[in-house]
């Protein structure tokens, strides 16, 4: 066991069981040896790769998503892009020069926000940005001070690592799954008094060992958004792996060099995440007073973006990269790489017209 993982340990049979949230948290965010703490993640050479690192026409179809919403909404100045998450700050890199050139009047009303809790990303989007042109804040949490004014927000691969917590369904109704030390290494156990929970009729019925997942900060954190949306117009972008909330499934994973890994063995080396729950989240955006659009498979949000048309630009300006362009278009959207599973989810004023591509 790591040093990390013995830590936890030693927690646990201090101030007993974890839940599948608190040991996500310890996992991915401890100061020390947390997977965001410690690593950097993305990439060929990373633990996974993501749609921004793939191909700079993700970031830059985004970007222009965001000035499309911006001029629908009568152009507000001043306006604020945020981004949660970043990253390697790709994605926020390839908007703007998108922006810039496509949209300068949007450019011109800007100012960027980036909620990054991980140092060390913090440092390499610093890197990334350095000649971004637009005032850039950091921040590692979101507050409603930063609604002040319209507020046009992305989250690519965000929401699938925040904590979700697990319910598991016996004879006496749903006990959660908890995070124990067994023979001196972690393990999965029921807590030993069962919760009553109110599982969602959309769900249907549940079988014995179905599980039930729940993201409480992912939909505290949706709600906020479409309340400082609703009051101060905008838009927000949710671009993640996840399900549509119909049915039950154990959907955390422990991702670790392109490889699935255990998600108990050696917390702080494996990325966690599990899939998003967008009609989870689609009720917390009803519950803010703002209006959801899609979920939206994302090779079809792509395609009606023109990323066909982006890619054949760019493969006629680069001759030489043509083929890697090409791949590079079918990965983003093709049904069996990440048009499918990735899907968008958008969130606008009930009163704003609704957003290109959905
Ligand atoms: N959007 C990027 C990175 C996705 S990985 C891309 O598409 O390439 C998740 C990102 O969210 C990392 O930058 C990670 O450090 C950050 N992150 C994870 N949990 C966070 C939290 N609770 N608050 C702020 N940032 C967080």
Known sequence: MNALGARIVRLIEGQGPLSVAQYMTLALHDPR???????TPFGRTGDFITAPEISQMFGELIGLWAAECWHAQGAPAPARLMELGPGRGTLMKDALRAIAR?????????????????PALCDVQRETLRDAGVPIEWKSGIDAA????????????????????QYVKTETGWPERMVVVDNNALAFALAPVAATLDVPQTRGEADEGAVYEVS???TALAEELAQMIAGHGGAALIVDYGHEGIGFGDTLQAVKAHKFAKVLEAPGEADLSAHVDFAGLASAVARGGARAYGPLAQGAFLERLGLRERAAQLAKANPT????????????????EMGTLFKALAILPETAPAPPGF
Request: charged share 20%; proline share 5%.
């Open 321 to 336: 990269e043509s083929n890697s362009i090409k791949a590079a278009a079918a990965r983003l959207m093709g049904a069996d």
């Open 102 to 118: 496509a949209a300068p009047e949007f450019a011109k009303a800007l100012d960027v926000v980036l909620i990054e809790t991980s």
């Open 216 to 218: 409480p900060s992912g």
């Open 33 to 39: 040896e947390g997977y965001y703490t410690a690593h």
């Open 146 to 165: 930063l609604a002040d004014r319209a507020l046009f927000v992305i989250a690519n691969e965000f929401f699938d690592a925040l904590p979700i917590r």
